[in-house]
Each structure stands twice: as C-alpha cells, then as structure tokens.
C-alpha cells in the first residue's frame, strides 16, 4: 500500500485546513486509516482513525472537537478537516494505513502498517 499526503501550509492561529491521503496498491486489504503528527523535539502521537468499512471514528482529546477525519471509499482517500487551529497543532501530520494484524489497536494509534511521507502543517500565532 501506498499513502500520499496532500494539503499542509502555512495558517494563521484559528484558521482551517484540510489534509489528504491517497492510497494505492493493495487497498482492498485495509482495515482503518489514521492520522498522526511529530512536532520538532517531540514523539510522534495519534491524531485519529477511522475504520474502512463501517467509517467509526476515533480522535486524541487534543483535537476532539476540531478534527474531523472522513474517507471517500471510492476514491481509496482520507481526509483530515482541521478547523480552529493552534500553534501547538504544528508539526508534519503523517497518514497510515492499518491492515487489521492481530494486536492491532487502530483506534488508539497501534498496530499501523504503511505510512506516507509526512506533510507539514505549521500555524502561526
């Protein structure tokens, strides 16, 4: 499986932005896709996932109320709505495919198998 990010920049503190992820390659065999992010200094952390089928949806308290994670099924692609945006959310936002391997734990950030190259975010304040 392939992911390619799309959708970082540059944005003023309390504006939006939205984050893409296209996947290719052996899509039929994922199971949920999530979203993380690595600020500089600091260890890579869970954003939010969301099952490929039944599209539940999981989110870290950090972004709950301001992230919205959704997928086009069709167009194997996941998309990341940011709104109200803070200078703490800056950092590169990774999208990650997980294939439902045993001890996979999607919702909570564990068990991920493909990931994208990263796409930065930055908000300034």
């Known amino acids: 499986v392939q992911l390619v990010e799309s959708g970082g920049g540059l944005v003023q503190a309390g504006g939006s932005l939205r984050l893409s992820c296209a996947a290719s390659?052996?899509?039929?065999?994922?199971?949920?896709m999530g979203w993380f992010r690595q600020a500089p200094g600091k260890e890579r952390e869970f954003v939010a996932g969301?099952?490929?089928?039944?599209?539940?949806?999981y989110y870290a308290d950090s972004v709950k109320g301001r992230f919205t994670i959704s997928r086009e099924k069709a167009k194997n692609t996941v998309h990341l709505q940011m709104i109200s945006l803070r200078p703490e959310d800056t950092a590169v936002y990774y999208c990650?495919?997980?294939?439902?391997?045993?001890?996979?734990?999607?919702?909570?950030?564990?068990?991920?198998?493909?990931w994208g190259q990263g796409t930065q975010v930055t908000v300034s304040s």
């Open positions: 990650a495919a997980d294939l439902g391997s045993y001890g996979s734990r999607w919702y909570v950030g564990i068990g991920y198998d493909y």
């Open positions: 390659g052996r899509t039929f065999s994922i199971y949920a």
């Open positions: 969301i099952s490929w089928t039944g599209g539940s949806t």
